[in-house]
């Protein structure tokens, strides 16, 4: 194995892009929700396609906001449309993203006269070809350290997640776990949904632009899924499913290395093996987790706890 | 003629105007309407609740009970009307007011234990951007302790059994010491030592001066739990103290047609003749 600089980015630019998926995910999938990122990262295409025609340039930043600002229009129809007809969340969101996918598949062969807008490459992205795109550099003692945008990017995404999951912790939570009580304590759930749904929109639309949406999608539920299964506290689910996505990134781009040359091929794309090696470690922890894991299940399945064992009070 | 009196607005509770509430009443409700989807499910609701009852709402399914509820706090939106806690909208008195909800709402595999749940009642005290602190796990603790489960604090909640989770509840409400409590069926489906600790509690607290209002189901309970009784379908067909209201001419109103509750009233009427 051959192992560069480029290696060690590609995997701190995949470990980013799984910290940053992961804490809103956790809240996603606690929610029964955890398509939302699926629906939205499809969903955005109409933004791009607008953006571009509107501004007639591909500055990245035009196309974000364009993008971002569709995001968030997703799960607002998608709550309209629940509320207001008799469709269910699923449904209504299958409604919505596919509508505007195939809206913004129109808008781009318009403009695909133009420009080179692939649709193909919006959804698949390419973690491989970060590395060439180089923000800024800087000396670290003697070596010269180049520092691809994809990490600037995917950096302030999740730290911007990381400081919203810190300072509204509380709010998040309890409007994920009873929208009721939080409105009767003043907190406003319906907010806090919206607020989580434009981090979904904005993590979603700058990791695809960088890394392919396949491992934003895969990022989103699979490491927050895994953590459910192995802990019963929220602030450990956030950081236990923020490590194993990285862990995951780290292994997928080694095992994108490894494992093609030993089965005959050339290799293959790390985003899909990143993505691949999240639903392993799901795998892993679904069988041997300690308490809800398979394993466990079967041999804990003998002396089943009554349920009314405990002191009861006195009257 | 029982039906025409079912359909008309009943005698007992006549049509307040807005200056005839008393002021400080713990919970006014004047000409509340409330509609899903268009169709109404609660009209022209009148109501004055006295400061220090234990208030059965009673009604048979689909009587909007629990919208009643929700309507007070704002959960439901109202087509008209307008609900009072102490004189003030319940915007401004959110801290006075306490809820339990019924135990289904909400996801019990979640990952918070039943410390974290009762600790979630102070959350408005803890304010924004402020964590929780040893001083309101305390709060929590005494609280699980008055319902009898300081023990069970560390557990994840689906771990509890049905009756433990309902006093979980329980305690998250009292944690918020509130004037005034709703609570929408505590008594579904919990064992009956939790059944005779809830009416602990209830009397409890009754009788610190605070006002309660409890959706009840089992109408056998009712003279023995609630000293104050509203009987709901759709509209408010009786409300006032137990002994008054409680009558086997205002069952049938409430029940209207619907033989097997007719049973269980005479059941419920029996019961009274005894006690």
């Not at chain 1, 590395?131 to 730290?159: H, K, Q, Y």
């Not at chain 1, 990134?249 to 994108?256: D, F, R, S, Y």
């Not at chain 2, 489906?189 to 189901?217: F, N, P, Y």
């Amino acid at each position: 194995m051959n192992w560069i600089v480029d290696d060690t980015w590609i995997v701190i630019i995949g470990a980013l892009t799984a910290i940053a998926c992961a804490l809103p995910g956790c809240f996603l999938v606690l929610r029964g929700m955890s398509m939302m990122g699926d629906a939205i990262s499809h969903a955005v295409l109409p933004g791009l396609a607008i953006a571009f025609l509107v501004t007639g340039t591909r500055a990245s930043f035009t196309m974000f906001i364009g993008a971002a600002v569709v995001g968030v229009l997703t799960a607002v129809f998608t709550q309209w449309i629940t509320n207001l007809g008799k469709v269910d969340r699923g449904a209504s969101m299958g409604i919505v993203f596919t509508t505007l996918f195939a809206l913004g598949l129109l808008l781009i062969v318009q403009a695909a006269d133009y420009v080179d807008l692939d649709p193909g490459c919006v959804l698949y992205g390419n973690i491989e070809w970060t590395t060439f795109d180089v923000s800024f550099e800087f000396n670290w003692g003697s070596t010269l350290v180049f520092v691809p945008r994809a990490a600037i990017i995917l950096g302030s995404v999740a730290l911007l997640n990381l400081c919203i999951t810190v300072f509204f912790f509380k709010e998040l939570k309890i409007s994920a776990f009873d929208p009721e009580l939080a409105t009767t304590q003043g907190i406003n759930a319906q907010l806090m949904h919206y607020l989580l749904m434009t981090q979904v929109a904005i993590t979603t639309v700058a990791a695809f632009e960088v890394v392919g949406s396949i491992i934003v999608i895969a990022m989103l539920v699979t490491p927050a899924a895994t953590a459910h299964l192995l802990t019963d506290r929220l602030h450990w689910m956030l950081v236990i499913s923020a490590i194993i996505g990285a862990s995951a990134a780290g292994i997928g781009h080694v095992l994108a290395i490894v494992v093609p040359p030993l089965i005959g091929f050339e290799s293959t794309t790390t985003s899909g093996m990143m993505a691949v090696t999240t639903g392993l470690l799901f795998i892993v922890a679904w069988l041997f987790a300690p308490n809800y894991g398979w394993l466990s299940r079967i041999l804990s399945r003998k002396d089943v706890e009554n349920p009314f064992s405990g002191p009861l009070p006195t009257d | 003629m029982p039906d025409l009196a079912y359909h008309n607005k009943p005698s007992a509770t006549p049509p307040l105007r807005e200056d005839d509430h008393s002021p400080r009443a713990p919970l006014s409700i004047h000409d509340l309407t409330v509609a899903y989807h268009r169709k109404p499910v609660l009209w022209d609701i009148d109501l004055d609740i006295p400061e220090g009852k234990l208030v059965g709402i009673i009604g048979p399914n689909g009587a909007g009970k629990s919208t009643l509820i929700k309507a007070c706090l704002d959960l439901v939106p109202k087509a008209s009307g307008l609900v009072q806690v102490y004189g003030q909208p319940y915007k401004r008195q959110r801290s006075v007011v306490g809820y339990v909800p019924q135990r289904e709402s909400v996801d019990w595999d979640f990952p918070v234990s039943a410390l974290d749940v009762v600790t979630m009642g102070l959350y408005r005290d803890i304010g924004w951007f402020k964590v929780v602190r040893r001083k309101h796990k305390d709060i929590a603790r005494a609280a699980l302790d008055r319902v009898g489960i300081s023990h069970l604090a560390e557990r994840q909640i689906s771990q509890l059994s049905g009756g433990q989770q309902q006093r979980v509840f329980l305690a998250r409400a009292l944690a918020q010491d509130a004037s005034l409590y709703f609570m929408d069926e505590p008594f579904a489906a919990v064992d009956a030592a939790t059944e005779r600790a809830i009416v602990t509690l209830l009397k409890d607290l009754q009788s610190q001066g605070k006002t309660t209002l409890v959706v009840h189901h089992d109408l056998a309970t009712v003279t023995q739990y609630f000293d104050y009784v509203i009987l709901l379908n759709m509209r408010v067909v009786a409300a006032g103290p137990t002994e008054e209201v409680f009558t086997a001419e205002n069952l049938h109103r409430t029940y209207g047609g619907k033989l097997t509750l007719l049973a269980e009233a005479g059941h419920a009427l029996s019961q009274i003749k005894r006690g």
